[in-house]
Every structure is written in C-alpha cells, then in structure tokens.
C-alpha cells in the first residue's frame, strides 16, 4: 500500500475517514450485516414485550453490541438498555442526523463475522403445536363433518 500523500490529508479532512460500505453500515447502525445477531424493526421496538431471542442472545453472549436508533423515543428503548446494563452488554444509541434506518436494534458483535442467514426475528412467533394435538383437532374436524352431512 502506498504512502498517504497531501491530497489524501485533503480528501480525509473535507469527507472524513474513508469507510467501508456506508449504506450497509448506515442500514445496521454502525454495524456491517456480517456481524449480525439479530435485528429488529423500529415497530418491533416500540411494543410493550422485549423479543425472546433478544433476552437470551444477550445472556448467552456477552460479547455482543448493542445498537439503538436514537430516532426512537427513549421510553421504548429503555427496556432494551436495562437489558443490556443487566447482562453487562454495551449498548450504542445511534443517530445519523442525514438518515433515519428502518432498524430499531441490531445486536451484532464488533470484531468478527459470523454470517447468520436469517437475523430477522419475525413479529408474530409461529405458535409450535405438538403432534398429537394436530391429530386430535383432525379427528374433532371429521366428526363434525360426519354430523352436519346426517
């Protein structure tokens, strides 16, 4: 790599430091995708409940980052920085006053990838039904089809 020059001083007064992939880092608050854990919406933020995965990604990982929009109205974030203060995790609130993210948390981790394919957390958890309920509901659903056919 060669030497900076004073037309590089130039640039990285007028412009800042260079930085790898703004769009992606403004999107994730500072963060690049690959470091992602998990991420929420600004509306998943703003519900009354703190999301599962989140309170167990912090207590399983105590190297991970948390990043607030600071677009977000302290009063919903509040839950999210006792939960971070909590399980001893540094948190970030995060306000770029030329972009507004549509993320309302990332947790991710500072110095290395782990390239998750899903970082997502949907807002309505799928409810997981045991087998032998499915079983029992498609046999009340074929009586009830015997009776109404009588």
């Known amino acids: 790599m060669s030497k900076p020059n004073v037309d ?3 640039q990285q007064g007028i412009h800042g430091a260079k930085e790898t992939k703004p769009e992606e880092r403004r999107k ?3 963060t690049i ?6 991420a929420l919406s600004q509306s998943q933020v703003r519900e009354n409940k703190v ?8 207590k399983k990982n105590n190297e991970v980052h948390m990043y607030l929009n600071g677009h977000i109205n302290y009063r919903f974030l509040s839950k999210y920085v ?11 609130l995060v306000t770029n006053k030329d972009y507004n993210s549509d993320l309302g948390l990332v947790l991710a ?6 390239d998750k394919e899903d970082i997502y957390i949907s807002k309505t958890p799928k409810p997981v039904v045991p087998q032998q309920q499915i ?3 498609k046999g009340l659903l074929s009586r009830l089809k015997k009776t109404f056919k009588k």
């Open 33 to 38: 995708r690959e470091r992602v854990l998990w």
């Open 109 to 114: 981790f500072d110095h290395h990838a782990i």
């Open 28 to 30: 994730f608050l500072g």
């Open 82 to 92: 006792q939960l971070a203060n909590s399980n001893n995790i540094q948190y970030t």
């Open 8 to 10: 590089d001083y130039l």
């Open 135 to 137: 079983k029992e509901k």
């Open 51 to 58: 999301y599962a995965e989140i309170q167990e990604a912090c």
